[in-house]
Structure formats: C-alpha cells, structure tokens
C-alpha cells in the first residue's frame, strides 16, 4: 500500500468515526431539547412566556452543540451515559 492509499484510508477511518460521534451527540441532545420544551408546555401557562423561554432554550442548546463540536475539534469527546433494562420479564 502506498502513502496515498494509507492517507485516503486514515481520512476514511476518521470521517466514520467524526459520523459516529455526530450521530450519538445530535440524539443525546435531540432528546434533551424535547424533554425540556415538553416540560415548559406543562407548566407555562402564559403563551408570551412559554415563547421567549422556548427560544433561549433552543439558542442554548444550539450553543452547547457548538461546544461539543468546538471541543471535538480540540481533540475532546463527550461521553453519554445509557442506562438499560437488565432485569427480564418473568412469566
């Protein structure tokens, strides 16, 4: 293998990887915006209100997402903890 198959290959191997870690660092974050905005529609009555804490909510998270990619940039991974169901259903 020459030094330009090894290179494409390298660039490969890291687009997989950055793919990956975008894919698990958009659900994580995904799911946390509509865990936060489904709470604000419980308990936000007034309509002007639930408007302008749904958009710093949205800018911030935005800029969160920001930092993660800023850090990964810097060589800095975010790690994301799943919690599973290991008890089975007995019958």
Known sequence: ???????????????TRLLSYLQEVLQQES?????KLLKRL?????????????KELVYEQFRDLSTIFNS?????????????NTKSEEK
């Open 72 to 84: 990964y940039a810097q060589g800095v991974e975010s790690t994301y903890f799943k919690f599973l």
């Open 42 to 54: 419980e308990i936000i009555d007034d309509k002007d209100i639930l408007k302008k804490t749904t």
């Open 31 to 35: 799911q946390k915006l509509v865990g």
């Open 1 to 15: 293998m020459n030094k330009e198959e090894m290179y494409v290959e390298k660039i490969s191997e890291v687009r």
